[in-house]
């Protein structure tokens, strides 16, 4: 293939698909050239059909109906392609005047085969490709205008029942499955183009119904069925601009199947139609919006289309009536129609909703924490500092965390002078909770007093409530330099408990915490000690090769 190189392959591809491509190249086979593409078949997981585009100046694309590649994505099986054309040295130049050749070859001999052998040809190939016959029977029913012969034929196509084992189609049935479906759309388009385009929306919404019906019996791990569905909404669409239907109608089923489950099929946005609806169909659309959302004021489909309807025609009223109509009980609710109010520019009642789904929670530990961020962010905008303490010192009562601890020392930070009375006030409670477990262990005060370099205080707890090993270990990590006496005891005991242990990752822990050891030492002026604390380990440990060799690359 003149002018494609590796690296180019590489290139576009990744480096991830270019080495998975390398071990492909052995299974491209039937490379078809024509005027500007490379067509063949690579065997993988299954038969994939790929299509290479050298372009101008050394570009490259290319396509192929595997599913990375349906992604959109220069897949391996194009880079294997690519490989074989280059391991070939195909002369692109010569493959398109082959393909030339044989188009014109085989357009001369069926242009001297009689009307009879043309007949008898096309009976041979429709007898043994099911497909293509298929295809021919929908030509044949839309030219003679057979309704009902094209709706059978669409039925056909979208029935699991050849297809399935015991009610469901698996995966490796599903192409085959996916691929007899996709010819609903050329049914439907094949009416529009006969003048039918009022029968072809008909037959396109009956389409979508039994389709949305099959995909729940489908493994469509590899997204086709997805992309039938999207296909025959674009049909729909086009259908009803050649068919201009009643608006009411129109804005009737827009309205109904936006609330079925085979929206989620489709993805039909209803104001995709407005052109079509006109200001009659759009009042409609929205009047039969509103009836199915009263009907239903908490269903997600009913919110939804009326939050889009309304969000379009900008009333943002409406919009707040939808939330506030199933409000949250965590004030998440509340959020959503403050952040509304405040992109209006209603800052106010932006404002009074939010303090009101604070209100409205009955317990500040469960409330929704981006409102509390959105409250007290916009309590620092208008020099409210005291509200912004007064909300977090609540929600650290209400839920004592090292988070909730931090978002007060943060917002207390904020106030001049605040902090060291809102400590007090935060250390007592935990010191209430730690002596309440009864468990010899106060892990938020012992993290809040770290958090904060109380070093000494937090020793203080340790020493009088407990700590778990994680804590320990931070505790003498904040601790070498001052105090590497107590940091040393700690790193002692957590490391004769990992020399019972084997494996490469409790190996690197047990290296860590003797880099700490000697560390310790060091402050200490102790390396005596420490050499022979090592010498007594590595004879205790000697069997242990990969922990013998770590200890050797760190110098231990």
């Known amino acids: 293939m003149g002018g494609l190189t590796e690296a180019q392959l590489r290139a576009v591809a990744g480096e991830r698909s270019y080495e998975r491509g390398l071990g492909y190249v052995d299974a491209v086979y039937g490379i078809e050239v024509g005027d500007g593409w490379i067509r063949a078949s690579v065997r993988g997981t299954e038969r994939y059909e790929v299509r290479l585009v050298p372009g101008r100046r050394g570009k490259l694309a290319g396509t192929c109906d595997c599913p990375y590649g349906q992604e959109g994505n220069f897949c391996k099986h194009l880079v294997a392609l690519g490989l074989a054309l280059i391991g070939q040295q195909t002369d692109l130049s010569r493959g398109r005047k082959s393909a030339r050749d044989r188009a014109r070859g085989l357009d001369a001999w069926l242009s001297g085969l009689s009307r009879e052998e043309l007949l008898a040809l096309v009976r041979e190939e429709t007898a043994e490709d099911r ?38 189609v698996e995966y490796a049935d599903a192409r085959a499955y996916a691929d007899q479906a996709g010819q609903a759309v050329s049914a439907v388009r094949s009416l529009t183009g006969s003048g039918r385009a ?31 569905g999207s296909d025959l909404a674009d049909a729909h669409h086009d259908v009803c601009r050649a068919a201009r239907p009643d608006p009411e109608e129109l804005a009737h089923w827009l309205v109904t199947h936006a609330l079925d489950d085979a ?109 509390l961020d959105h409250l007290t962010d916009r309590y620092a905008r208008t020099d409210r500092a005291a509200d912004a303490v007064a909300l977090r010192r609540d929600h650290f009562a209400a839920r004592r965390t090292l988070l909730a601890y931090r978002q007060l020392r943060a917002a207390a930070g904020a106030a001049a002078a605040c902090w060291p009375a809102e400590r007090e006030r935060a250390l007592t409670l935990l010191r209430a909770d730690a002596e309440a477990t009864g468990t010899r262990s106060a892990p938020v005060l012992v993290d809040a007093l770290v958090d904060d370099e109380d070093i000494d205080a937090a020793w203080q707890a340790v020493g009088e409530f407990g700590a778990h090993d994680g804590q320990w270990l931070t505790l003498a990590d904040h601790s070498r ?28 822990q047990l290296v860590s915490l003797l880099l700490s050891i000697r560390d310790c030492h060091r402050h200490l002026g102790t390396p005596d000690d420490f050499a022979a604390y090592l010498t007594t380990l590595r004879a205790a440990q000697k069997r242990k090769r990969n922990l013998m060799r770590l200890m050797d690359d760190h110098g231990l």
């Open 263 to 371: 929206a989620d099929l489709t993805d039909i946005d209803p104001l995709d139609y407005e052109d079509l609806l006109g200001e009659r169909g759009m009042a409609a659309l929205r009047r039969y919006a509103t009836q199915a959302w009263k009907a239903n004021r908490t269903g997600w489909a009913e919110k939804h289309l009326m939050q889009r309807l309304a969000k379009s025609g900008r009333d943002i009223d409406t919009v707040i009536a939808v939330h506030a109509a199933d409000l949250a009980p965590n004030g998440h609710t509340h959020l959503l129609i403050a952040r509304e109010l405040d992109t209006a520019g209603r800052a106010a009642e932006a404002l009074e909703w939010a303090e009101r789904g604070i209100r409205e929670t009955e317990d500040l530990a469960t409330v929704d924490t981006a409102l």
């Open 198 to 228: 009022a029968d072809a929306m008909a037959l396109a919404r009956e389409a979508i119904g039994l389709l949305a019906a099959a995909v729940e019996s489908v493994d469509d791990s590899d997204g086709r069925l997805g992309q039938t």
């Open 481 to 508: 330099p001052t105090r590497p006496a107590d940091a040393l005891n700690v790193y002692l005991r957590l490391a004769a408990s990992l020399t019972r242990e084997t494996g490469n990752h409790a190996y690197e």
């Open 131 to 168: 497909q293509l016959r298929r295809r021919l029977e929908l030509r044949a029913a839309s030219a003679r205008g057979d309704l009902a012969g094209i709706r059978s034929r669409v039925r056909e196509m979208l029935d699991i029942g050849p297809f399935a084992q015991y009610g469901h």
